[in-house]
């Protein structure tokens, strides 16, 4: 009995870890309720049910992997789980997903590519979550027209997993595929330098309040309090939102258009990166004189990689810049 133990749902279910563009990672607290808000919303819509085979293909070091091993028990299901190895190899997922008669499998958008590249042609019962990165309009067609449903998910680590929603039917019309609307007890806003809401259609910063808001960062007080800020627009005077530092819009349809960033952390094939985390790692070895990181697309669509150009301390002819 948690009650016996003194437990409440206000302690803390799990700290998680997440780049810093210090190069010093943070430490994301989030709460039981949080994790049990996140769970009963995604119970109901992608509609898990103890008939489900779900496949876990993502690492425990990124977050998303608590719906892959939570969520099934949470409702009797059956998880699978795939080997390191299996997890980014196509051939491998395709055979574990037909040996064990999955039917709800969660990957990023590059691992859906890699499938989609091996000849996998998905089955009409089958469920994909897609999240971690934009959703291209183009793979959100080739999934639907495969699959029986195609959900997009979007969410910071800092409001628990995934904090909205989307079902993808592959009719949108831009190059990135809505990512819908909050999930139970969350409220996105949109808001404007500052801080007021913008009209429907505009751009501005995404905000993002609810029971899914985590404590704030492992003893970063300063960090927490940029973050993690008063709600002004909740009944609940302790309420918080958290600063995303994505953009986005809502559209006439009250679905929210994501937008990217208004910084230079980036996304790779579902982890958030600070470029700044690994231009200070570059610059703290003793033969770099300066360092920058980009993120490039340049072989096929989601094929993102990080490059590093940095100009040496010593020898002339490094002078000019190397990229790496």
Known sequence: DASALGLTSRHLAYVIYTSGSTGKPKGVMVEHRSVVNF???MAQSPELTAQDVLLAVTTLSFDIAGLELYLPLSQGARIVL?????AVDAAALTQLINYHSVSIMQATPATWRLLLSNGWRGKAAFKILCGGDALPADLSARLAAQVGTVWNLYGPTETTIWSTLA?????QTGPIASIGRPISNTQIYILDPHGQPVPIGVTGEIYIGGVGVARGYLNRPELTAERFLPDPFSADKTARMYKTGDLGRYLADGNIEFLGRNDFQVKIRGFRIELGEIEA???ACPEVREAVVVAREDDSPGGKRLVAYYTAKRGREQEDGQEQ
């Open 39 to 41: 769970l009963t919303a």
């Open 167 to 171: 079902r993808a039917d592959g009719s």
């Open 82 to 86: 795939a080997s390191r190895a299996a």
């Open 281 to 283: 790692r570059l610059a």
